[in-house]
């Protein structure tokens, strides 16, 4: 089992930028993938980006490539998600899940989730 605690959301204006922390604990954390997601008022939720805690394998969603990257710090046991060129469109609860493998994690099935944090982008 993995527990999932996210940071870092806030307010920020158009074009600013913020980088979201999600910190694992539990004995197996590193075998899991991790993900983003997010999810807007009266939307479903959407997967962002995801990766392999070597880093060796990462999953993109096209509506965010090249404004958001996901890194970790294993170390630390923490997973980011920073985030460039911010659009008001971007404003949702962003969470952390933690998969089995990469399948699973873009699904967003059979995954432990962190309580989300809140990102709102101002016009």
């Known amino acids: 089992q993995v527990q999932l605690v996210e940071s870092g959301g806030g307010l920020v204006q158009a074009g600013g930028s913020l980088r979201l922390s999600c910190v694992a604990s539990g004995r197996t954390f590193s075998s899991y993938t991790m993900g983003w997601f997010r999810q807007a008022p009266g939307k479903e939720r959407e997967f962002v980006q995801g990766?392999?805690?070597?880093?060796?394998?990462?999953y993109y969603a096209d509506s965010v490539k090249g404004r958001f990257t996901i890194s970790s710090d294993n170390v630390k046991k923490t997973v980011y998600l920073q985030m460039n060129s911010l659009k008001p469109e971007d404003t949702a609860v962003y969470y952390c899940?933690?998969?089995?493998?990469?399948?699973?994690?873009?699904?967003?099935?059979?995954?432990?989730w962190g309580q989300g944090t809140q990102v709102t982008v101002s016009s």
């Open positions: 899940a933690a998969a089995s493998n990469g399948p699973d994690i873009v699904a967003g099935r059979n995954a432990y």
């Open positions: 990766m392999t805690w070597s880093g060796s394998i990462r």
